[in-house]
């Protein structure tokens, strides 16, 4: 199982980006990597996954190193309602379910 | 806008009593998760269902806890009897396969279970 590593807390200025890192130094040449968060009280939010390419959507980017062994989850104008656990969620050879770690909890400042 | 219902939202029982929490997942996901959450254990799968199908209950406890899926549109879990470490938040998940292996799962509002 591809291992993620993860800072505990990061604050983020009100309308600047938020970069949140995630370090899967031992996933495998096939396995995804996917972003979920989770606002106080409510369910886990997926937000986007990536294989090698950069993505993006209405949400968020996804920068994935060429070696694949880290990744940085950008929300480009981070607002109060951003403040969550971000999850990055190392994929379980041959489990469809998801495992969550610990998360980064991003606190956006007014 | 397509949403994973969950019912009771809160529930509060006494130690010994039956609990049944029960998930309609959004229509056309073939997949149904069931996972815990407490402050001690973080985020924690119980069991998941493809197409109706048990395909894992490995976390779950199962001399207490049931899971099954009378139909498509309703998931059940079910704890019989309850004690006070069950006291977790129950979150029911649904999803579709997006690209061969993985899913993207859909989450409902949960339920906050209290055993006394």
């Known amino acids: 199982d591809a291992k993620t590593t993860q800072p505990p807390s990061m604050d983020c200025a009100e309308g600047r980006a938020a970069n949140l890192p995630c370090n899967h130094s031992t996933i495998s040449g096939n396995e995804y990597v996917y972003w979920y968060r989770q606002i106080h009280s409510q369910g886990p939010q997926y937000i986007i996954h990536?294989?090698?390419n950069n993505e993006t959507n209405e949400m968020a980017s996804l920068i994935i190193t060429e070696d694949r062994k880290s990744s940085t989850l950008i929300l480009p104008h981070a607002t109060l309602r951003d403040t969550a656990v971000y999850y990055c969620i190392p994929p379980k050879a041959g489990r469809r379910a998801l495992t969550f770690g610990s998360g980064t909890r991003l606190q956006v400042q007014p | 806008d397509a949403r994973v219902t969950q019912t009771p939202r809160h529930k509060v029982t006494e130690m010994g009593q039956e609990v049944t929490m029960r998930c309609q997942p959004i229509l056309g996901h073939n997949t149904v998760f069931w996972y815990r959450q407490t402050m001690m254990q973080g985020l924690e799968l119980l069991a998941y269902?493809?197409?109706?199908?048990?395909?894992?209950d490995s976390g779950m406890p199962k001399d207490r806890f049931s899971a099954e899926m009378p139909d498509a549109t309703l998931a059940t879990l079910k704890i019989q009897p309850s004690e006070p470490r069950d006291s977790a938040v129950y979150f029911c998940?649904?999803?579709?396969?997006?690209?061969?292996?993985?899913?993207?799962?859909?989450f409902g509002p949960g339920t906050r279970l209290t055993v006394t």
């Open positions: 269902f493809r197409n109706r199908a048990p395909l894992d």
């Open positions: 998940a649904s999803g579709i396969i997006v690209q061969g292996a993985q899913y993207e799962q859909y």
């Open positions: 990536g294989l090698k």
